[in-house]
């Protein structure tokens, strides 16, 4: 269970991240920000995966550069279900997928699937 706080802390800390560095991307209030931090990642688990397959054509033709806007698409559509969060067109929803995505992806190098800080330690004997 702790995992999941974990990777929901992590989401929050992208869309703060997206906030404070892209211009257009709004969210009012710390409720707001880890709301909406659920609400990204019940999105990313339900409605992605059914994206992501019925794009998968347009997605290969890309070499995967698609997914980057099946990303903005979703946070788009986080930004329309939430009040208090509001995003100004789709290049601000491209960047913020951007900034998200990266938080994402370098928090996942220090936290293991169990939710827990990994650190690996290399003992070099003589």
């Known amino acids: 269970m702790s995992g999941f706080f974990v990777r929901l802390l992590i989401a929050a800390l992208g869309l703060w991240l997206a906030q404070a560095l892209v211009p257009g991307v709004e ?10 931090a659920l609400l ?12 992501v397959i019925l794009t998968l054509p347009i997605t290969v033709v890309t070499l995967g550069l698609f997914l980057w806007v099946v990303n903005a698409m979703m946070l788009a559509l986080v930004a329309a279900l939430l009040v208090g969060f509001t995003l100004s067109g789709f290049g601000s929803a491209l960047l913020g997928a951007l900034v998200v995505s990266i938080t994402g992806w370098i928090a996942s190098w220090y ?5 827990r800080f990994e650190v690996i330690i290399v003992e070099r004997r003589l």
């Open 27 to 36: 969210i009012r209030g710390a409720g707001t920000l880890l709301v909406a």
């Open 111 to 115: 936290v293991g699937s169990s939710g």
């Open 40 to 51: 990204l990642g019940l999105v990313n688990a339900v409605v992605r995966p059914l994206v």
